[in-house]
């Protein structure tokens, strides 16, 4: 017959459930038959022995005035204090007849009631007749005195006999309570130890035994298998758990040789890539490395393969450079950064990757990460047309700036009225040719300031700047290009703006790039709005047009180099932004766009505050 667990645990519960019980409820009988005694013994027969011992020291001094009465003849003061005295027998004496507590207590009360108002009659009969008081007091008053010392020495008696019976049944009972109580609490012990001891370890060990068998199954030992003598919930398990061992050997046979397979078909594919590939597990331990990688860092892959990441960076200077951002955590927010690598004699350039490998676990719902792949990809030969661009926009910008210059000065003479007046298309022309010298200056400073920053050349002068002062140099530059063209600069400056840490000419350009967009795509508004605002730990400025606006999918293109939305009016090089954004992030603050068609677009960034 099979004994669940649920009733198992139902039975031992119910156990110490009924002992808990049994145990309460002999202490309650015997505590409340202990408290009974000694609440009869201590109130009502201790209130009969001090009544008693109040009405005998009443009594005496009660004699002892009849007899200074009766013999000496003071009879000033025996009124007052006497009736005090008698007061105070009588008192003692009600409390005593309702505190009756033991058989025949009621008659010998009653007794004390009629020799104590025999003995006061008497003795008022005597002061009456005033003859013979000597006489009278040792025939008549001195024996009702004596019965009635004598009733009240009966009370005290009968009550202390009874203070006495009590006590001794008080600590029988006790006795018995402990005797009792004893012996219960030992045989529950003893039950409820046996069931600690045996309860516990009847669930605890199959759990154990269960839980290493999952775990023996868990690195592949599918020849493991669990042996339960109980024929409870645990034999089931038991049973389900050898079948499933079973079934697993027979499929782990049956699939081995196609998982070798394509696990050497996995490392033929990723040992014939160009590209360097490095795999470490999720405790930081290589776990491959393709001949390119093994290349690359001198190392065989014997050397490699097994290691602590970590501990062949110690000894790697190249392999220490290519984990050190997955070892700190970085690698997601990383900006792209080419490596440099000198090897046989020449330097090579390589983008480096960091990719998570995850996998869902079976009969699991998030995904876990069990590693990470690292790639490094030769960009030798993109980087070398890069430098090579970068070298000849630079060179082709330094070489205009001459003929510029040049053709702007000759162009000045040509307005000069001494040289000779113009007729008026002769000034329409000149004109024109100014304007497009000036937007080949423009061209030409924002190729120059590109390849500053593509060569990381670009200076900074960073410094506590007021943020009105980059305002005003901007507006001061725009105000006659945006009279001439109706539009109105609108400005929202506060004057307790706190100080930026910037560069005020770099950071005036971007201003002022911003602003010329914003009035070349203003729209039928013909208003910019300036607004410069405080922030925690940096200052906003934002420019906001009312033109035509950007589409979604092109805010996040819109910073990029040379882009250009399609179908606009631009008439630039598409550097403006993207220089923008460099000087901005140089000086580590952010740019950002946010726009809605037609309803124009709102260009903003952040410099953080000289506190910050």
Known sequence: MKIRIKSKLFIALGFLFLVIAVLWVVSSAYIYTLSKYADAMFKDNYKSIVSAKQMSVALDDIKDMQTAYLFSGMKENIDSSYASKIWIFEKNLGDEESNITEAGE??????????????KDDFNEVKKDNRDLQESFFIRLLPIYRDVKKNITVVSEMNMDAIIRKNSKLEDTSHQAYLFISIIGTLCFILSFTLLLN??????????????????????????????????????????FNTMAVRLNEYEKSN?????????????????????????????????????????????AKDLVGQYAPDVAARNDLFQNIIRDLVNGSY???EFTPIKIVSGGRQSYFSKDIFDVQITPTG??????????????????FQELDDAKTSFIATISHELKNPIASARLNLKLLEDSRIGSLNED????????????????????????????????????????????????????????AEQ????????????????????????WVLINLLNNAMHYSGTNREVVLDVTAEEKAVKFSVSDFGMGIEEKYLDKIFEKF?????????????????SKDFITKQKGQIWVESNPGEGSVFSFTLPTVSA
Request: proline residues 3%; charged residues 20%.
């Open 199 to 240: 309860l516990p370890k009847n669930i605890a060990n199959p759990v154990r035994e269960l839980t290493q068998g999952i775990q023996e199954i868990a690195r592949r030992n599918y020849d493991q298998q669990l042996h339960f003598q109980s024929r409870d919930e645990f034999g089931d398990v038991a049973e389900a």
């Open 332 to 334: 997601k927010a990383k």
């Open 106 to 119: 009621r008659e010998i009360a009653d007794q004390l009631r009629s020799s104590f108002e025999e003995y």
């Open 256 to 300: 081995l040789s196609q998982i070798l397979f394509e696990k050497k078909r996995i490392e033929a594919i990723i040992s014939t890539m160009n590209d360097a590939i490095i795999g470490v597990d999720e405790t930081m331990r290589v776990i491959f490395a393709n001949p390119v990688a093994c290349n690359l860092l001198g190392m065989n």
């Open 426 to 481: 002769q000034s329409v022309i000149v004109r024109n040719i100014h304007g497009e010298i000036v937007r080949l200056s423009k061209i030409t400073s924002e190729l120059l300031d590109l390849t500053q920053v593509e060569t990381g050349n670009i200076l900074l002068h960073t410094q506590a700047t007021d943020p009105k002062e980059i305002v005003d140099y901007a507006l001061e530059a725009l105000t006659y290009q």
């Open 563 to 579: 882009f250009k939305i399609p179908g606009s009016m631009q008439s630039g090089t598409g550097l403006g932004l993207a220089i």
């Open 485 to 508: 063209n109706g539009i109105k600069i609108i400005s929202n400056v506060p004057g307790n703006l706190p100080f930026v840490n910037a560069d005020a000419e770099k950071t005036a």
């Open 364 to 381: 699991g719902e998030n995904a876990a990460v069990i590693g990470h792949l690292i790639t490094l990809r030769n960009i030798t030969k």
